[in-house]
């Protein structure tokens, strides 16, 4: 089980960035999958999670309105749409397979099976 996540980049506060999540010798649509950040000096975060079973979606507090998780299941990926960045939200995103659908509910706990390298993302004027 691989996954890659991309799209990642320098964007100015107020900024949008999509981020996309493809896993190679797997079908991401047979997992939950989930999202989560780390930077220097910080805990990883979970910061969202969507289901296997009927594509509900989680968020952490910090991007809840801000970020929104799709899964497009043709093309075995899944997508982080990041709305209004702050600075805060500068650090490498990681797309990962969540343990089961009802762990989506508690990004707080990490809950996160397999991942892959991330991608740096960079909120700054």
């Known amino acids: 089980v691989q996954l890659q996540a991309s799209g990642g980049g320098l964007v100015q506060p107020g900024g949008s960035l999509r981020l996309t999540c493809t896993g190679s010798?797997?079908?991401?649509?047979?997992?939950?999958i989930g999202w989560f950040r780390q930077s220097p000096g910080k805990e990883r975060e979970g910061i969202s999670c969507?289901?296997?079973?009927?594509?509900?979606?989680y968020y952490a507090d910090s991007v809840k309105g801000r970020f929104a998780i799709s899964r497009d299941k043709a093309n075995n990926t899944v997508y982080l749409q990041m709305n209004s960045l702050k600075p805060e939200d500068t650090a490498t995103y990681h797309c990962?397979?969540?343990?089961?659908?009802?762990?989506?509910?508690?990004?707080?706990?990490?809950?996160?099976?397999?991942w892959g390298q991330g991608t740096l993302v960079t909120v700054s004027s």
């Open positions: 990962a397979t969540v343990v089961n659908d009802h762990l989506c509910s508690y990004l707080n706990v990490l809950p996160f099976g397999s």
């Open positions: 969507i289901t296997e079973t009927d594509g509900t979606t």
């Open positions: 010798g797997f079908s991401l649509a047979d997992y939950p």
